[in-house]
């Protein structure tokens, strides 16, 4: 089936600046999107989702960006801290992928001081 | 419970042995996943629950996998002769029964095959 993939395995900032984590999916019937966080040894944790009727949403310090032209999805973390070190996947679903949400392969943060 | 709860949260096994794994989902969610995810990799989907419907096994990597879940409540992941190739970490979620919803994860059951 189709996949979602990430552009960067890994991405090291300075606490303090913002990141911008990007993901390219191919499944253009996709209609809901979600990042998610893992720190080591724990499970995935929500962080962010959009619909596929908006291009953007903001939470707290997380902007998540949606491109259909393109089938782009980016994250984006205002004043990165120590704290947000952790693997994000992307993942996509939707009723063609019989509600299951498929996952990136993800991408290592590392926030140095 | 507050969240799913797997258990146990790390199983040693031989090679050949059979293992199961449980998933106590959140109390009220009707959809139930199972990922698999070896070091350093993504997350490999297995199978899927929806309340009463059929489940979604397409994720299966052999018919050494099966999962069983009564009604809307726990799940039970099974492996049946085991490989050193299953060793990864299984992680269950959970999500209410609407499309498009957050899922919801436990944190997981490491399996090492010796």
């Known amino acids: 089936g189709e996949s979602v993939g990430l552009h960067l395995p890994t991405l090291s900032v300075q606490e303090g600046d913002n990141s911008i984590i990007n993901c390219a999916y191919s499944?253009?019937?996709?209609?809901?999107f979600i990042w998610y966080k893992q720190e080591s040894g724990k499970g995935p944790q929500f962080i962010i989702d959009?619909?596929?009727?908006?291009d953007k949403r903001q939470g707290q310090r997380v902007t998540v960006l949606l491109n259909k032209t393109v089938k782009h999805l980016s994250l984006q973390i205002a004043a990165t801290q120590p704290g947000d070190s952790a693997v994000y996947f992307c993942?996509?679903?939707?009723?063609?992928?019989?509600?299951?949400?498929?996952f990136g392969k993800g991408t290592s943060l590392l926030v140095t001081p | 419970g507050a969240g799913v709860s797997q258990s146990p949260s790390n199983k040693v096994t031989e090679k050949g042995k059979d293992v199961e794994l449980r998933c106590d989902p959140i109390?009220?969610?009707?959809?139930l996943y199972w990922y698999r995810q070896r070091l350093g990799q993504g997350l490999e989907f297995l199978i899927y629950f929806q309340g009463n419907s059929a489940p979604d096994k397409s994720g299966l990597p052999s018919d050494r996998f099966s999962a069983e879940r009564t009604g809307e409540s726990v799940s039970t992941l099974t492996i049946q002769r085991t490989q050193q190739e299953d060793s990864a970490v299984y992680l269950c979620?959970?999500?209410?029964?609407?499309?498009?919803?957050?899922?919801?994860f436990g944190q997981g059951t490491r399996l090492t095959v010796v």
């Open positions: 959009i619909r596929s009727n908006m």
């Open positions: 993942a996509e679903g939707g009723s063609n992928s019989g509600y299951a949400l498929n």
């Open positions: 499944n253009s019937a996709s209609d809901y």
């Open positions: 109390s009220g969610h009707t959809a």
């Open positions: 979620a959970s999500s209410l029964r609407r499309l498009n919803t957050e899922a919801f």
